[in-house]
């Protein structure tokens, strides 16, 4: 199956601050998703983005599919932005990496 | 329904009974995808349905694990003679098409599985 990798796996932040999360594939892929786990453990779609560059709010994700990864920006962080991102890459399923530990402190 | 419904949201179950998990997706969506979750892991994918048929059942760790879905919608995850390492989050996620065309993932609040 695919590999994902995702990097950093933890990250701490001042709020206010900007950060970019990392996703790394190892092979061709049809579509990926960055997902933001919240403490509940509720999986929330940031972005559905097998291609180029969405934008949502303070968030943004953009995919070159053709070199493999994937990046998710996060900008002016906020407290409720804490938790576990994952993203995750279609094969013949979704593969998860495993996450990025994000934690913002005021 | 709105969103991927899954009951019970909570089990407590003593090594070696049976447990049923059950999973309500998103309606008309065609695809339904188990995965389990275990602390400080990522989603591990289970079983993935098209329809009514398992379409990629590679992740059942064992024929211990065991699922269905009859009639195309409501799926169930079956556990027979659980073990304390089946102890994790079940999540259920519906897609309006599978894979090849892949289709965007919608998750539920899963099922936490706790076996003594």
């Known amino acids: 199956g695919i590999q994902v990798e995702q990097s950093p796996p933890d990250l701490i932040l001042q709020e206010g601050a900007n950060s970019t999360l990392r996703c790394n594939f190892s092979d061709s892929v049809n579509n990926l998703q960055w997902f933001h786990q919240n403490p509940w453990g509720q999986l929330i779609n940031l972005f559905y983005i097998p291609s180029g560059t969405k934008q949502n709010g303070r968030l943004s994700a953009t995919t070159v599919a053709t070199e493999r990864y994937s990046l998710l920006y996060i900008s002016s962080s906020q407290t409720t932005d804490s938790g576990v991102y994952f993203c995750a890459a279609t094969g013949n399923q979704f593969y998860f990496g495993t996450g990025t530990s994000l934690t913002v402190i005021p | 329904g709105a969103g991927v419904s899954q009951t019970p949201s909570n089990k407590v179950t003593e090594k070696g009974k049976y447990v049923e998990l059950r999973c309500d997706p998103i309606?008309?969506?065609?695809?339904l995808y188990w995965y389990r979750q275990s602390l400080g892991q990522g989603p591990e994918f289970l079983i993935y349905?098209?329809?009514?048929?398992?379409?990629?059942d590679s992740g059942l760790p064992n024929d211990r694990f065991f699922a269905v879905r009859p009639e195309g919608s409501v799926s169930t995850l079956k556990i027979q003679r659980t073990e304390r390492g089946d102890s994790a989050v079940y999540l259920c996620?519906?897609?309006?098409?599978?894979?090849?065309?892949?289709?965007?993932?919608?998750f539920g609040e899963g099922s936490r599985l706790t076996v003594l």
């Open positions: 349905f098209q329809g009514t048929g398992a379409a990629d």
């Open positions: 309606s008309g969506h065609t695809a």
């Open positions: 996620a519906s897609s309006p098409t599978g894979t090849g065309g892949s289709g965007e993932l919608f």
